[in-house]
């Protein structure tokens, strides 16, 4: 039986102006590849898509970020100047994008860049909701990772609750808190770090794991997130989704591909559900990797699953759609076209 919040949101909302970003940057992470993700998703025709979807779209081309040479680690954490300035840089696009008054989407790039990503769209528009789809909870601390890679840690520079566990790193003293626990949903994940399982269990996040999924139904997760995030103080949503979320079979060119994920059909059924609530003011899609694809067809598979995921963020629905004002052609002769789908010959 669906809820009064779903039957609420059955009319689908008035689409809004689109900001693509390309953000082609890999040094969250140590595979080289994932830079290339930006401009694969546009050759894969996702901005003509999005314009026959009834989309007004611009596009940002891509940020140019600065080559730092010399970046040695700072303890375990690695290329801390790169991903510091890279993401500093992004907040500032992602700024300009929501002063446009346009939904912004960032194509990565690796997942270190939602620092960026998350933190200009708040700056730009106050308080934010975060709904993470990954296999991946991202939270590590710069002292709890044992990788020190940057795209494993982005939600502990984010969370207001963490500030008190970040250490000062040279290219992040720009970086302000701007998510809280309360407002942060998991969709996906199926392989966290005993810090990650830690501070999730401490913050009290609301987290959907494979094991919630498998249990639940991907219908009643994304009720419940719906109804968490739209329950109380309306927030604008960012959906930060992680390619590697969907299970590898369907979309493997990614740098940390984990099995037992998303299936294709739950993948973009997440990205409809938010979509319809109204409330979704910026995207990011990132981890394309196409170095990661043993054969092209496995590249354009996940190429082409990303940007399927975009197009159901901005309106289209499996069950078909048309533009508004549609109107059948006119036969010759005939008379007028019925302006009421239900009008019987």
Partial sequence: MRSAWMLRQLALHPRVPVGVIGAPFSRGQPRGGVEGGPDLIRAAGLLHRLHEQGCEVKDYGNVPFEDVAEDEPVGRVKCVRAVGGANRRLSEVVQEVKRDGRTSVMLGGDHSLAIGSVHGHAAAVGGVAVVWVDAHADVNTPLSSHTGNLHGQPLSFLLHELQ???PILPNFSW?????????????????????????????????FSMTEVDHLGIARVMEETCEYLCGRVKKPIHLSYDIDAIDPSVAPATGTPVVGGLTYREGVYIAEQLSRTGLLSAVDLVEVNPLRGQTE?????????????????????????????????????????????????
């Fill in 164 to 166: 008190h566990e970040i």
């Fill in 297 to 345: 067809k496995e590249v354009q598979a996940t190429v082409g699953t990303a940007v399927d995921l975009l197009l159901a963020c901005f309106g289209r629905l499996r069950s078909g759609n048309h533009p508004p004002g549609y109107r059948l052609p006119e036969a010759p002769g005939g008379g007028p076209p019925p302006t009421d789908l239900s009008t019987k010959a």
């Fill in 175 to 207: 970086i302000k808190p701007c998510v809280w626990a309360k407002d942060l949903v998991y969709v996906g994940l199926r392989d966290l770090d005993p810090a990650e399982h830690y501070i999730l269990k401490l913050l009290g996040v609301k987290v």
